[in-house]
């Protein structure tokens, strides 16, 4: 297939180019003006703007179902505090429609998991949008570790010796130092028994899974980063809604940062001060920072909105839009495939027809992995 003639924000210069893209077998081969169209499929984009498909760093599509309730509601573990053996990828229902809702909207890619109930509540898996068996979607499984930190273990385990955020903390500590006994044992060949939550804990000790830690207070925040140093494992900044707050400090520790959902009341008190210019300042200040929706906090299909919203609110239009693609896809690892439209990556394409940070612009077509999306 060819796409001809569209302006191209390939997320990664900080101007559009006008142009043509072309792929095959799923990838984007080329880009630049006047490519051949050697038999190829040719989309006439004259008119349009390209985009990457738009990615989500930080939800729990497919484990919150749509217009249901209980039966639905995969995402959260209520009957221990500290459950690493769990993975999304065992409860995502992916015939869900809020996929198909994502993907007509250009959210192409989705790091989908566990909630913020837990102290560790499992891990998350990048998968893309569009897909019936949840096998075939997947971009990267076991992309991070879910820990939470601040109101939601407390309020969730309150009758179960955790009532403060000290517990919460020492129950993290805990669990690592067990998995960091269990480790040692069974590197120095000893006859260890098999412990799952602890096995489910060595790809993060290991430096091969980064904690992804649930945080919107200040001191929350540098919690997870003082215990991330305590066991040198790799880490993730989630929610960061006090983050404009210390965005220096935050900044010059470099973890990656994912910032929201700022689209909703401040349900409770760790989220009075939010604000769409928390990603704006943090990515002033140096950050890396994404932009996220917490789905189904906000509905999928939004992601581009808040980016806008985040643009009304001072962030820079290229900053903002590398928020919801290649930041994002960076912040999960899996940059290698999504993010920006360059050669060698997925096909992963969004045509639109005015501006898609404004709620007049109109998304047209969607391409995964090459293939349209139903735009009905």
């Known amino acids: 297939m060819l796409i001809k003639n569209a302006t191209i924000y390939t997320a990664v210069l900080p101007e559009p180019i006008p ?181 489910a804990l060595l790809p993060v000790l290991e430096g091969k899974m980064p904690l992804k830690a649930h945080a919107h207070q200040a001191n929350d925040l540098f919690t997870a980063i003082r215990i991330a140093k305590e066991f040198g494992v790799g880490l993730t900044l989630e929610h960061c809604t006090e983050g404009h707050k210390v965005a220096r400090q935050l900044a010059a520790e470099g973890y990656p940062m994912a910032v929201g959902p700022s689209l909703t009341h401040a349900t409770k008190f760790e989220l009075r001060d939010k604000t769409f210019a928390t990603p704006g300042i943090l990515a002033r200040a140096g950050g890396h920072v994404c932009i996220i929706t917490d789905s189904p906090v906000i509905p999928q299909q939004y992601l581009p909105l808040c980016a806008g919203l985040a643009v009304k609110s001072g962030m820079d239009r290229h900053e903002a839009l590398r928020a919801i693609t290649i930041n994002a896809a960076e912040h999960i690892g899996i940059a290698d495939r999504v993010g920006s439209i360059e050669a060698g990556k997925d096909a992963d394409i969004v045509l639109a027809r005015g501006d898609v940070f404004d709620v007049s612009g109109e998304v047209v077509q969607v391409f995964i992995e090459g293939r349209k999306v139903d735009m009905e």
């Open 19 to 199: 142009g043509d893209i072309l792929v095959k077998d799923g990838k984007i081969v080329a880009v630049g003006p006047n490519l051949p169209a050697d038999g190829e499929e040719v989309f006439d984009a004259t008119g349009l703007s390209a985009y990457p498909g738009f990615v989500e760093a930080h939800c729990h599509i497919g484990l919150d179902g749509y217009g249901i309730g209980y039966e639905g509601a995969d995402y959260n573990e209520h009957s221990d505090p500290v459950v690493p053996h769990l993975r999304a990828i065992d409860g995502i229902e992916p015939t869900d429609p809020t996929f198909a809702m994502a993907a007509r909207a250009g959210v192409t890619t989705v790091c989908t998991g566990p909630g913020s109930a837990n102290v560790l509540g499992g891990t998350f898996v990048a998968i893309k949008t569009a897909g019936n068996r949840v096998d075939d979607m997947i971009v990267r499984d076991n992309v991070a570790m879910k820990c939470a930190f601040g109101e939601n273990p407390k309020r969730c385990y309150k009758e179960k010796g955790i009532s403060t955020r000290m517990s919460t903390a020492a129950k993290l500590r805990e669990a690592l130092l067990k998995a960091q006994q269990y480790k040692e044992k069974k590197d120095a060949g000893k006859d260890v028994a098999f412990d799952m939550k602890s096995e």
